[in-house]
């Protein structure tokens, strides 16, 4: 097998509890909903990217603060003095959840250095996501060979369309870097150095059950396709596939290894 193959994916960022309550219908507000259910599922971003990049069948690891029991408060952020305990030689692409970004700048840099001293097709993929409106993210920009930009991040900069926000956006990236925007049920786009426009349309669910974690299943998707050496359309097209089938059903245990063959074979 090829050394690249054995190598894993690392995500780093949040892995939090979240705490789901279902209603039969979305309650408007100051009213009283009747709880159908509740469950208590692991969350946070790049732990879901995580979830999902290992249901895909990658091979994968997360880095972020775990506590000892199901709640915990204040865990604090990974810093660069934790990152610089990896060894690099593991993994063949590194995603960074967008959040204590001065910090993550210092650690992509010492991929970077690391990188200098292979020959590029044996050097690590950086991938950032960026997807709060929150000032301090957005150096993350210039720091990424894939940049995952939010809805949400394009709409406070005034864009209304995946489009507008990849080419408003592109003079922040990196030369030669993947910029890639998804924008719920109207699909996703990228950019990338060739200046052409990618897009995929949505793979909408026949019925609408749970969009929780469903950019970090695009996300995920992405990245396995891109690692695993495919183009950045197929990337695009896999990842609101695999998104939307996951917001078809609860949780996650509806991704699986099989529907990735399925799919490739199709």
């Known amino acids: 097998m090829d050394v690249q193959e054995q190598q894993k994916i690392l995500c780093v960022g949040l892995v939090c509890l979240d705490i789901i309550n279902v209603v039969d219908k979305y309650p408007e507000e100051d009213t009283d909903s009747r709880c159908l259910s509740q469950r208590w599922q692991r969350g946070g971003n790049a732990s879901n990217s995580?979830?999902?990049?290992?249901?895909?069948?990658?091979?994968?690891?997360?880095?972020?603060?775990?506590?000892?029991?199901?709640?915990?408060?204040?865990?604090?952020?990974?810093?660069?003095?934790?990152?610089?305990?990896?060894?690099f030689r593991q993994y063949k692409w590194i995603h960074w959840e967008g959040r204590n970004a001065e910090e993550q700048v210092k650690m992509i840099q010492?991929?970077?250095?690391?990188?200098?001293?292979?020959?590029?097709q044996q050097r690590i993929t950086i991938s950032?996501?960026?997807?709060?409106?929150?000032?301090?993210?957005?150096?993350?920009?210039?720091?990424?060979?894939?940049?995952?930009?939010?809805?949400?991040?394009?709409?406070?900069?005034?864009?209304?369309?995946?489009?507008?926000?990849?080419?408003?956006?592109?003079?922040?990236?990196?030369?030669?870097?993947?910029?890639?925007?998804?924008?719920?049920?109207?699909?996703?786009?990228?950019?990338?150095?060739d200046g052409v426009i990618i897009h995929s349309d949505a793979f909408p669910p026949e019925a609408l059950v749970d969009t929780l974690g469903a950019g970090d299943t695009f996300?995920?998707?992405?990245?396995?396709?891109?690692?695993?050496?495919?183009?950045?359309?197929?990337?695009?097209?896999?990842?609101?596939r695999v998104a939307g089938r996951k917001c078809g059903f609860h949780g996650y245990d509806g991704i699986s290894r099989d529907f990735t063959e399925d799919w490739t074979k199709s």
């Open 50 to 87: 995580c979830t999902v990049l290992s249901l895909l069948g990658a091979s994968c690891a997360f880095m972020g603060s775990l506590s000892a029991g199901p709640v915990a408060e204040n865990l604090p952020d990974v810093t660069a003095e934790d990152f610089s305990k990896v060894n």
């Open 128 to 193: 950032v996501e960026i997807e709060k409106t929150r000032e301090m993210l957005y150096q993350l920009f210039a720091h990424g060979d894939v940049v995952f930009v939010s809805k949400d991040v394009a709409r406070h900069f005034g864009y209304e369309s995946a489009e507008a926000a990849l080419r408003g956006f592109y003079s922040r990236v990196k030369a030669g870097a993947v910029l890639v925007c998804a924008w719920a049920e109207k699909g996703a786009d990228a950019l990338g150095p």
């Open 110 to 120: 010492q991929v970077v250095m690391y990188n200098s001293t292979l020959p590029r």
């Open 219 to 240: 996300n995920a998707a992405v990245i396995y396709t891109l690692s695993n050496g495919g183009s950045l359309q197929d990337a695009l097209t896999f990842g609101c």
